[in-house]
């Protein structure tokens, strides 16, 4: 995705801290950014630098949503990720604040040869998120899923692990058990993949 195009658009941009662990998202603005500075706004250190962070109270709207991929589906728009289950609670959380709904676009871009038809879609969880839009160099493809969209966090498919990796999501969880009263499931305990290295 071509961020300096965003910027250079005027649009907002909602970018996650890396996998969650110092914070939730940030909102970036051309409007905010210093003379000079977005093409370093566009890395993930500069994201942080330039960004305002946001918490869980912050009254937002998302139009769109960019989420990566390993293999997709066009014809179903079902999708792989890499298996770290961020993508997926970043956005429960964001359906939890209220910013996105059933509606919300989901887009992923990847290359021609990403594109498979083997992805069994009875076998897809609860809270996978299929996309809308596919881009690749070549194409754009409307998938017009009919794979349902999760509704926020299923807390009892989230082991203590990767709760005890996300200190948002252990704010967002005492938050509901105080409004609540109750106390929230958790899912099985697991041994966690390895962290997928990001290029900055």
Not at 86 to 103: C, P, V
Not at 112 to 132: A, G, S, Y
Request: proline share 8%; glycine share 8%; charged share 25%.
């Amino acid at each position: 995705m071509q961020l300096d195009s965003v910027y250079a658009g005027g649009k907002k941009l909602l970018t996650p801290q890396p996998r969650l662990r110092t914070g939730f998202f940030s909102v970036l603005a051309s409007q905010t950014l210093p003379s000079g500075s977005i093409l370093e706004a566009c890395s993930s250190v500069g994201a942080a630098k330039y960004g305002r962070p946001i918490g869980l109270d912050e009254k937002i709207k998302v139009d769109l949503i960019v989420i990566g991929s390993v293999a997709v589906d066009p014809t179903t728009g079902a999708r792989l990720g890499k298996g770290e289950g961020f993508a997926e609670l970043e956005y429960g959380m964001l359906r939890y604040m209220g910013a996105i709904d059933d509606n919300t676009m989901i887009v992923t871009s990847v290359h021609d040869k990403q594109l498979v038809d083997d992805i069994p879609v009875e076998k897809l969880l609860v809270h996978d998120v299929p996309v809308d839009i596919i881009c690749t160099p070549t194409q754009i493809i409307y998938t017009n899923t009919r794979i349902p969209k999760p509704q926020g966090i299923y807390w009892e498919k989230l082991s203590p692990e990767k709760l005890g990796q996300i200190r948002i999501l252990r704010e967002l969880k005492r938050r509901i058990e105080q409004e609540t009263g109750q106390l929230l499931p958790t899912g099985p305990s697991e041994k966690l993949p390895p962290t997928a290295r990001r290029r900055r």
